[in-house]
Nanobody, 121 residues
Framework: QVQLVESGGGLVQTGGSLKLSCVAT????????MGWYRQVPGKQRELVAV???????NYSDTAKGRFTISSDNRKNSVSLQMNNLNPEDTAVYYC???????????????WGRGTQVTVSS
């Protein structure tokens, strides 16, 4: 089985910064994509930023210029540095990864349990 474990959420004031981290553990053959989504109550989960193993990065419009995603492929981890946070960034942030398990030809999408980010005004 594969697990994604997030850390780094919390409470911060407007204009502050937080860094989220996520580590994938378990039976992992290869990770194709790894990134972050967020969700607020009553709304759909939305993309924040995702890294593709060929080096491509995709940011949401709200994340561009403020958030930076990075990874350490050897450790199967991804981080999200979030700067200049505002109350609209308040959400539960979820780690996501497309993982191929050893011996299998297909990829499966996994989610972490989420970490709360709250930005006070």
């Amino acid at each position: 089985q594969v697990q994604l474990v997030e850390s780094g959420g919390g409470l911060v004031q407007t204009g502050g910064s937080l860094k989220l981290s996520c580590v994938a553990t378990g039976s992992i053959g290869n990770i194709k994509e790894m990134g972050w989504y967020r969700q607020v109550p009553g709304k759909q989960r939305e993309l924040v930023a995702v890294l593709i193993t060929d080096g491509d990065v995709n940011y949401s419009d709200t994340a561009k210029g403020r958030f930076t995603i990075s990874s350490d492929n050897r450790k199967n981890s991804v981080s999200l540095q979030m700067n200049n946070l505002n109350p609209e960034d308040t959400a539960v942030y979820y780690c996501n990864a497309d993982v191929r398990r050893p011996g299998l030809p297909w990829y499966t999408q996994y989610w972490g349990r989420g970490t709360q980010v709250t930005v006070s005004s």
